[in-house]
């Protein structure tokens, strides 16, 4: 079986959902990441880490069926901004299932524990804006292409 790349699906179906994107743009200048933020990016912005997952085996091998977790954290220039990209992410990923992301059927999709934290980055060098971020993790379930 040929595997997929969850992670480029996940980011490229965020830049689908309009909820999302009327607030991060769309295409290639959404600003949507893996892992880390762009420095000096524009609010508000997502990253999307992959912290697990594994194909799910049977006596016979792999089941072509797979789980990957993503810490998604959402950043904006005061709380309710990065608060409004995390409900809409939610929304959009908190308990939905039998979606296409680009080619990859996703057959579930939760937020992990159904807890959600956020916090506040002080400034960096050169600035005096701090940045506020609110975070979900989501565990998706897929098929392999």
């Keep these: 079986m040929a595997s997929v790349d969850i992670t ?11 909820a999302i994107t009327s607030l991060i743009g769309s295409g290639t200048a959404a600003r949507v990441y893996p892992d880390d933020l762009k420095q000096g990016c524009d609010m508000p912005a997502v990253t999307l880490t992959r912290v697990g997952g594994s194909p799910a085996m049977y006596l016979g091998g792999r089941s072509g069926l797979n789980d990957a977790t993503f810490v998604v954290t ?53 600035s005096d804006a ?4 609110a975070r979900t993790s989501y565990r998706l379930f897929y098929f392999d292409a």
């Design 8 to 18: 480029a699906a996940l980011l490229a179906y965020l830049k689908t959902v309009s």
């Design 74 to 126: 959402s950043y904006g220039a005061n709380r309710a901004a990065a608060d409004a990209l995390d409900n809409a992410i939610f929304d959009a990923l908190g308990s939905s299932g039998n979606q296409t992301m680009g080619s990859v059927k996703v057959t579930d999709t939760a937020a992990t524990d159904g807890s959600r934290d956020g916090g506040v980055d002080l400034p960096q060098d050169g």
């Design 130 to 133: 701090r940045r506020y971020w």
